[in-house]
């Protein structure tokens, strides 16, 4: 199994995608959004059965046995891809931020884990900072707001890559979001174990989604939208909530997050 951190084909590399609890049990559509986009920047795509947590809630919470274990599972099941892509700043932040140190003092996995880290990338910061992606052919009618996620701003410093694909999607607007940096509240368990300080916190997002002008928020990480969206519903305002691959990929024509998917009498209801 190859560990090196040189793709072994730069005109079709091999990638693995790492497809993060949330997209693979709340909003598969992203995962598929994301093959979209790699294939379509020359990858060869796949997904490994082995894979589960990145074990970041773990790693959170204290557990660092449990969190050891999923790393050791997942590098055993991402060794000889090219490239490991997540649609998620936070899991791969996890993976190549957090796994060398979780790792590093064991002789068996510290240099697999190294390995794995400088092969991993977010998505859209894959696209455009290693295959040069400088514009997409998907259409979106209407204006959109787009949060940083914490993990992937702090951590990957991913904030120009989202917006300037966004930039070449025909029919969007972008508007900028006030206070963009400011975290949402979610945090992974940090909404579990501080609930009355995460709610303030979404609630001000939601402030400034609403200020933005935006029918729809995007953001990078599931977890974050998984958030706003449920604050948005909650609170009676009017902006949907998608993942920015379902937008790059020209894949955002069905439900946003939190929308219940159309029955068929409704789907008839509406073709009629």
Known sequence: MSESAEPASSSSPRVGLFVTCLVDLFRPSVGFAAVKLLEEAGCRVEVPSQQTCCGQPAYNSGDRADAQDLARQTVAAFEGFDYVVAPSGSCAAMLREH???????????????????????????????????????????????????????????????????LSTVA???????????????????????YPEISNVMVSEKVTCIEASGAQTVLAGDLGCLLNMAGKLHRAGVAVRARHVAEVLAGMADGPAIGEPAPTSDNAVAAKG
């Open 171 to 193: 029919g969007l607007r972008l508007n900028e979001l006030p206070d963009a940096d400011v975290c949402c509240g979610f945090g992974g368990t940090f909404c579990v174990k």
């Open 99 to 165: 796994y060398p140190a979780l790792l590093g003092e064991d002789p068996r996995w510290a240099e697999r884990a190294r390995a794995l880290a400088a092969r991993t990338w977010e998505l859209v910061s894959f696209l455009t900072d290693v295959r040069g992606v400088q514009a997409v052919a998907a259409r979106f009618e209407g204006t959109v707001t787009y949060h940083d996620s914490c993990s992937g701003l702090r951590e990957l410093g991913i904030r120009a890559q989202p917006r300037a694909l």
